[in-house]
């Protein structure tokens, strides 16, 4: 199974600031009859199922603020968010769905200072 | 509007067994991959269980022999079987709609806790 590898495991930031989260695979997740990366980024606040953000690593979900913005190539992906809003504090996880299960990475939580 | 909902969860001694259910509306579930995804207190996201649109179904090491995932057409609706149940699979148990990959639907959850 590919294994997703994110950093850091926490971040404090104050509001305003850039967030930048870090998420690896252990192999490639190019799907290769479109080019694109099988990647997406999700945001869970407490009690609450996990919501996607982002999918094909780069593309926003439909009503996702444009302040969360995700690229990356390779086996290197980011999630960042332009300026931190107080509603962004969540546990963010990438997430492949490339060949094999799906798998997620270990989270990162987001906080304000 | 698509909605995902599981029920069944619950207190179960070890060993023990229960049956969750997934039951959506806005979509019929042959018409998708359905998963199971779990999450432990405080911890990631386990992937469990899928069952495909032709019925194949297929399981994560952790539950293999144990849990059977299964769908009902006529009541459209999924169900997780989970016998000889452990400490360990003590978690938060979501269903989810899976498209070409794309986990855009999660129920709230059923909370799963397996103690004596």
């Known amino acids: 199974d590919i294994v997703m590898t994110q950093s850091p495991d926490s971040l404090t930031m104050s509001l305003g600031e850039r967030a930048t989260i870090n998420c690896k695979s252990s192999?490639?997740?190019?799907?290769?009859?479109?080019?694109?990366?099988?990647l997406a980024w999700f945001q869970q606040k407490p009690g609450q199922p996990p919501k996607m953000l982002i999918y094909?690593?780069?593309t926003r979900q439909s009503g996702v603020p444009d302040r969360f913005s995700g690229s990356g190539s390779g086996t290197d992906f980011t999630l960042t968010i332009s300026s931190l809003q107080a509603e962004d504090v969540a546990v963010y996880f990438c997430?492949?769905?490339?060949?094999?299960?799906?798998?997620f990475g270990q989270g990162t939580k987001v906080e304000i200072k | 509007e698509v909605q995902v909902a599981e029920s069944g969860g619950g207190l179960v001694q070890p060993g023990g067994s229960l049956r969750l259910s997934c039951a959506p509306s806005?979509?019929?579930?042959?018409?998708?991959?359905m998963r199971w995804v779990r999450q432990a207190p405080g911890k990631g996201l386990e992937w469990i269980s899928v069952?495909?649109?032709?019925?194949?179904?297929y399981y994560a090491d952790s539950v293999r022999g144990r849990f059977t995932i299964s769908r009902d057409n006529s009541k459209n609706t999924v169900y997780l079987q989970m016998n000889s149940l452990r400490p360990e699979d003590t978690s938060v148990y979501y269903c989810?709609?899976?498209?070409?990959?794309?986990?855009?639907?999660w129920g709230q959850g059923t909370q799963v806790t397996v103690s004596s």
């Open positions: 989810v709609r899976d498209e070409n990959g794309l986990l855009q639907y």
């Open positions: 806005g979509f019929i579930v042959s018409n998708y991959y």
């Open positions: 069952i495909y649109m032709d019925g194949s179904r």
């Open positions: 192999q490639t997740v190019l799907d290769s009859s479109n080019n694109k990366y099988s």
């Open positions: 094909w690593a780069s």
């Open positions: 997430q492949h769905y490339s060949s094999g299960p799906p798998t």
